[in-house]
């Protein structure tokens, strides 16, 4: 400790020492830093003083500034608008100047200065709003400006209507006397205030061109013409005239138009006119549009034909119209036929009186001899929808036929057309419309059944429509192979579709009343009835069965076994669900009762045409699983297994093992106690026994 304390004073003396060495430069440090803070108020005192003489100096410099800045701005200003008012005032005054020669009725220099004030003026100012109205103005002002050049045309103009009416009714009137000439042309609504021509007779010779039309007008034109060496002129000239025009002013005129340009002009009309209207036409969703189209195009063809144009590429291009008319006949017979089946109440016809009957029959192909025979009121077996979809395949039919009128076609390929249109109707549109109806959420199995009602009737009427075809085009059968129609295939197929849902309709029904089932499977006694689940199924099986009474045989019966079938196998897996580990001898009993109850559905034929005991052949696999384990028959099974005459011969040792443990499991659970009775032992050793020759059974069938 005293060495110890010994160091401490060692070290003590130590910083002693340290400290007073530095103590002086500490005290200085700390003069110098009193002096040096002195000096930086000084300073800051004088950087103040300097900032606010600089900032009052600066105040009337700033201003001069910002006046001087101002002074060149307007300055500026007023030289950018000096120059653009230099630019804009000869525009302006250009414009003046057309308005003036407007006025005065000067046309030729009116257009002059139009074209120049539009490509020399405007394009230097193009930018101002001012000059955006007076482009938007120019072609309104041409247009003004050619219609004055023009009005000596009006002549020709109003009368070119009447020349083309004229020389196209020749060709209407073997087809209707009540089209109008004034119809005829595009034009002659519009012109018809300028030239009034009174009609004349219908028996009375329509006259020519040169009849109607006084050509003075035209050579004064190729004097403008001349005079203007205005190509634009001669253009509008021959833009705006009739084929029919063009023969007269060929003999007539020279250098204004000859036989070679007719023909090169007819070509490139031809091929615009084409372009156009396959344009234009594939956009047209209505057919009635489409059916004026092709009137317009087989009246303009005829009458130019008759003047010796050749006009084949327009039938040819008629005949690609035809399709396009095909598709939109389909898709306004789509919604047509949804209209019909989604307002459709699937119930028969109610008839109250005979006119009403025969109001039916006229419309529909139907002969009933014993329906004929029973009172009013009575019902037709098929929905109001029969009627309507036959009609409607009849008005399809005379919608096709319209089409093809005045086409230049043989009656053979009319009715190959009319056939071909008819069996996309039928297998396309008519199908696909049936088919969604019957795959509905909500289609019930009464409108099921009525539709394989409606299908058969509408199949049966397919004979008929083949004569109707054959009437309205002349074509026998007998004599031309013609195209066949697929109805029959359309409606089969809709009707196996809803035999198809009726089948699966059914089974759905039938698992909703089986998740009803509420079994006590430990129960030591069956009930006195059956279950009331199964009773109402019952009920709902015969109900329905009921409603079948109108459809084919086959289909009610393949009906009624699918369904006895399924409850079948359903009773059965129900029988063997996992779920289910024990069983007892009293729910066996009680699940007997339940299938006596189906078998007695069974054995009271639901529906006719059964022979013998078909129909509780479907139930025979339970029957014959609750019959050995009931009658507890293990000998006899085990000793007839595998022979034809097995009384047993539908039980699988599977099925049999399965349901004999869970037996055992139940045996072995109530018995705890009872084991060491003798009788209950010997039960136990015999289901052992039975389980073991099962399980020998089942091996030896997999090896």
């Not at 109003?158 to 109008?180: C, N, T």
């Amino acid at each position: 400790m005293e060495k110890l304390e010994a160091r401490i004073r060692n070290h003590d003396r130590e910083i002693e020492k340290m400290c007073n060495f530095h103590y002086q430069g500490f005290v200085d440090s700390i003069t110098e830093l009193l002096k040096v803070r002195g000096e930086a108020q000084k300073l800051k005192n004088q950087v103040t003083d300097t900032n606010r003489k600089l900032q009052n100096e600066g105040k009337e410099l700033i201003l001069a500034m910002q006046e001087l800045r101002q002074c060149r701005l307007q300055q500026r200003n007023i030289s950018a608008t000096v120059d653009k008012l230099t630019l804009c005032l000869p525009v302006l005054e250009m414009y003046s100047k057309l308005r003036e020669q407007m006025k005065s009725k000067r046309h030729y220099p009116a257009l002059k200065t139009l074209e120049h004030l539009e490509h020399t003026f405007l394009p230097q100012v193009s930018h101002y709003r001012f000059c955006k109205v007076m482009v938007d103005n120019i072609p309104r002002l041409r247009k003004e400006r050619k219609a004055q050049q023009q009005r000596n045309l009006d002549n020709i103009v109003s009368q070119q209507p009447r020349i083309g009416g004229g020389k196209k009714s020749k060709k209407e009137f073997s087809a209707s006397s009540e089209l109008e000439v004034k119809n005829t042309s595009p034009m002659s609504e519009q012109d018809s205030g300028i030239l009034d021509v009174e009609d004349e007779d219908e028996e009375e010779e329509v006259p020519g061109a040169q009849d109607l039309v006084d050509f003075s007008p035209v050579y004064r034109c190729l004097h403008i013409y001349s005079v203007l060496v205005n190509a634009k002129f001669r253009w509008r000239f021959l833009r705006f005239r009739f084929f029919v025009v063009e023969d007269h002013i060929l003999h007539t005129t020279q250098g204004l138009v000859n036989r070679a340009y007719i023909d090169e002009l007819w070509e490139m009309a031809l091929s615009k006119t084409i372009a156009a209207l396959r344009t234009h036409s594939s956009y047209c969703s209505d057919p009635s549009l489409v059916l004026d189209l092709k009137n317009l195009i087989v009246l303009f063809a005829d009458t130019l034909q008759g003047y010796g144009f050749p006009v084949n590429q327009l039938f040819d291009m008629l005949l690609e119209i035809q399709d396009q008319y095909s598709e939109t006949l389909l898709k306004k017979w789509a919604g047509v036929f949804r209209n019909i089946l989604d307002s459709d109440n699937y119930s028969p016809i109610p008839v109250s009186n005979d006119d009403v009957y025969r109001k039916i029959v006229g419309q529909f192909p139907f002969q009933d001899a014993e329906l004929e025979k029973q009172p009013f009121p009575k019902k037709f077996p098929f929905s109001e929808f029969v009627p309507k979809v036959y009609g409607q395949i009849k008005e399809f039919i005379y919608a096709c036929l319209k089409f093809s009128e005045d086409l230049h076609l043989s009656s053979t390929e009319v009715d190959d057309m009319i056939r071909k249109s008819t069996n996309l109707l039928l297998t396309r549109t008519l199908s696909n419309c049936l088919q969604n109806v019957i795959k509905r959420k909500n289609v019930g199995l009464t409108e099921l059944v009525q539709i394989i009602i409606n299908t058969t009737h509408l199949e049966k009427s397919c004979k008929f429509l083949e004569e109707f075809i054959t009437n309205i085009t002349n074509v026998l059968p007998e004599t031309v192979h013609t195209t066949k129609l697929y109805g029959t295939t359309t409606f089969k197929d809709a009707r196996h579709a809803a035999e198809e849902e009726i089948y699966t309709n059914l089974n759905q029904k039938i698992d909703q009343f089986l998740q009803l089932a509420d079994y006590d499977w430990m129960a030591p006694e069956p009930g006195s009835r059956a279950s009331e689940y199964l009773v109402d199924l019952i009920g709902f099986l015969r109900s329905t069965f009921a409603v079948f009474t109108h459809l084919p045989g086959k289909v009610a019966q393949t009906a009624c076994m699918s369904a006895c079938k399924h409850l079948s196998t359903s009773l059965l897996q129900l029988l063997l669900e996992a779920e289910v580990r024990q069983l007892t001898l009293g729910a066996l009993h009680q699940f007997n009762l339940d299938v006596e109850e189906c078998e007695q559905f069974a054995r009271s034929g639901p529906v006719p045409g059964f022979q013998g005991d078909t129909l509780q052949l479907a139930f025979i696999d339970l029957r014959q699983l609750l019959d050995l384990f009931i009658q507890w028959d293990w000998s006899t099974y085990l000793a007839d297994y595998g022979q034809p005459t097995c009384k047993y011969l539908r039980v699988n040792p599977t099925t049999a093992l399965i349901l004999l443990e869970k037996m055992r499991d139940t045996s072995r659970k109530n018995n705890v106690f009872a084991q060491f009775r003798k009788n209950e032992r010997d039960k136990q050793k015999l289901i052992d026994t039975v389980a073991k020759q099962l399980r020998g059974l089942i091996n030896s069938h997999h090896s």
